[in-house]
């Protein structure tokens, strides 16, 4: 090979590798999503290079071009890109800033770097603009979630209770109040049961939407979680007072909300209030009082709004102790049982009893079954006091007919939570046998409130129950939806007309006139009627007048335990 061949093929070589090493830096400038602009400052030459045209529309030539550049950006990105092109101007290596494109609103990180030679003179210029829309957006995104409640809209608990946090610091120092309601929506758990959880979640969006244009300076509002609201008013006065806006909201919710598959949905919320300074100094503090007086506004019958009150806060204080005692008393059973006799109106003669529990707690202070049974209700210990409930008094029971012989009623009071166990038939029907009861000594109470959920299953099984052979008495008539037409369908044997229509039954004459309705309707459907609570003489007469059938009250007696029950029947049997 001669010298020339030689430089030839040497050249070759070279020119194939630089072409590779072109190919190579074209191609990863191609893949990076970046469009870059290259100057040289010998030449003085600008050169765009990759995906110029994924970002612009217009070439870049030389260095006049750029104001194409300053023209395409949002107008207060144009003074700050012009600085970054041109940093050799202080001296500067590299800088990079964020802009963003007028018409697409593509957001751009731009980085420049400059190459200076040993003496400091700047020989190249790279600036490679790179898109960050998507990144951004993900961002956007992850900034929105940790503020706010994906599915309302509205702020999420934890940004709320910083704000809230906010309001109650400043209001400290500007020696102002702060308020907090507490909105739970109304048998939440009933729609959600019953419409599915979708329509659940899409009326909790519409309400939390609707709460979106509540919001406004020193309002803030929050989706805390399920059904469960929270707004916080900074010095709640005037347009933006807790009266105001609760009346605000329940305009709105005169009308229903209209859900995509076409129901219509009417809500009310109970709402709890609680002020900074009065009910608490500390934030979450005062959400929990605000959270236990909306649980009274619930207690009062729902749709209602109830503010904070010492009293409230010491009775709730009271039930989480009444709370702990009960679940030690359940093992430790500290019950017992009264029984109150039940007469027939005619003859005064004893038609039965009701078992009525009763609790000593440790202290030895009586606990009264209305307020540790819905305490007991709440936290499930009702099942196992429903079972030694059912034990006792038929224990009791047995023991009083062996001895006495007499043919007695007894009644018992059944939970609706206990009722809804899966295995109560079948407990009851042992228990039954283990004391060789027959079905139709005894008499099961229940309350409306029993019938709510699922008004066909519920009501089925008190078939079964009747054809069994037990008695099912509907007690405390009166106090719920007490709905005369309702009656009708109902499969049971006994009425028992609440005692607060029995107080004012002599007194107010339009109690006189519902009470004289009830019976003589309830006797058309063949049931029989019990007063309960009647207290006199006079309650008595007119009762027997308008042909109550039974009479339950301290008149004629009060619950008592076994033993005076004994005496009773010791003296009745003993007058046969
Ligand atoms: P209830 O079933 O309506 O029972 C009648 C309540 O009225 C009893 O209160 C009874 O002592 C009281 N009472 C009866 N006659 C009169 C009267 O003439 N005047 C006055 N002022 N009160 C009278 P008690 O025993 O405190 O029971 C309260 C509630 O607790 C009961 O109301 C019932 O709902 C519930 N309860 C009691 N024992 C049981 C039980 O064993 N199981 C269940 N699930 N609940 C029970
Ligand atoms: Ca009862
Ligand atoms: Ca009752």
């Not at 202070?365 to 196992?384: H, L, Q, W, Y």
């Not at 007063?531 to 007119?542: D, I, N």
């Amino acid at each position: 090979m001669n010298k020339l061949e030689y430089q030839l093929d040497l050249l070759n070589a070279i020119n194939q590798k630089l072409r590779r090493d072109e190919k190579m830096l074209r191609l990863i400038c191609e893949t990076s999503n970046s469009a870059f602009l290259y100057y040289n400052y010998e030449e003085k030459k600008l050169q765009t290079i990759a995906n110029w045209d994924h970002f612009f529309d217009f070439t870049i030539q030389d260095m006049k071009d750029l104001t194409k550049l300053y023209d395409c950006v949002e107008e207060k990105y144009a003074i700050p890109l012009r600085e970054v092109l041109f940093i050799e101007k202080q001296g500067m290596k590299s800088q990079t800033i964020e802009i963003k494109l007028k018409d697409n609103r593509i957001c751009i990180e731009v980085e420049v770097n400059i190459v200076y030679d040993d003496n400091g003179k700047p020989t190249d210029k790279i600036i490679r603009f790179k898109d960050v829309t998507k990144f951004n957006a993900q961002n956007d995104e992850l900034t929105y979630m940790a503020y706010y409640d994906i599915l309302t809209g509205l702020y999420n608990r934890n940004y709320f209770v910083r704000l809230l946090g906010e309001f109650v610091r400043r209001a400290g120092e500007e020696n102002e109040t702060v308020a907090v309601m507490f909105l739970d929506v109304d048998d939440f758990r009933r729609i959600n049961d019953g419409m599915g959880i979708i329509v659940g979640d899409e009326l909790v969006q519409l309400f939390g939407q609707y709460l979106i244009d509540l919001m406004g300076d020193n309002v803030v509002i929050s989706h805390f979680n399920s059904d469960i609201y929270c707004i916080g008013i900074y010095s709640p006065y005037g347009a933006r007072s807790v009266e105001t806006i609760y009346q605000t909201i329940k305009e709105r919710l005169k009308k229903p909300f209209k859900l995509t598959g076409g129901q219509e949905i009417y809500i009310t919320v109970s709402v709890g209030v609680a002020e900074y300074p009065e009910a608490a100094s500390n934030t979450l503090e005062l959400i929990n009082c605000a959270e236990i007086v909306m649980f009274k506004a619930k207690s009062m019958g729902k749709d209602k709004i109830q503010y904070f009150d010492g009293a409230i806060l010491n009775d709730f204080l009271q039930n989480v102790t009444i709370e702990n005692k009960l679940k030690e008393a359940v093992f430790s059973q500290n019950f017992i049982m009264h029984f109150q006799p039940q007469f027939r109106t005619t003859d005064r003669g004893l038609r039965g009893v009701e078992a009525l529990i009763r609790w000593k707690d440790d202290t030895g202070d009586m606990i009264s079954p209305a307020v540790f049974i819905p305490i007991a209700e709440k936290n499930g210990t009702i099942v196992p006091i429903g079972t030694w409930v059912i034990e006792e008094s038929l224990r009791a029971y047995a023991e009083w007919r062996r001895r006495y012989h007499y043919p007695l009623i007894m009644s018992i009071n059944i939970s609706a939570i206990q009722y809804k166990q899966p295995d109560f038939i079948d407990k009851l029907l042992q228990i039954l046998e283990k004391y060789q009861v027959s079905p139709y000594e005894i008499e099961l109470e229940i309350t409306e409130s029993i019938l709510i959920d699922d008004f066909e299953e519920i009501t089925e099984r008190l078939a079964i129950l009747r054809d069994i052979g037990i008695k099912i008495s509907l007690d405390d008539f009166g106090t719920g939806f007490s709905s005369l037409s309702y009656l009708k369908g109902l499969p049971i044997d006994t009425l028992k007309i609440d005692k607060s229509f029995i107080d004012t039954v002599i007194t107010d004459e339009n109690t006189r006139i519902i009470t004289e309705s009830i019976i003589y309707m309830v006797k058309k459907l063949g049931f029989e009627t019990i007063a309960e609570g009647v207290e006199t003489e006079e309650q008595f007469r007119y009762l027997n007048e308008i042909s109550c059938d039974i009479i339950q009250g301290f008149y004629l007696g009060k619950p008592m335990p076994a033993e005076s029950i004994e005496k009773l029947l010791a003296n009745i049997t003993a007058d046969m």
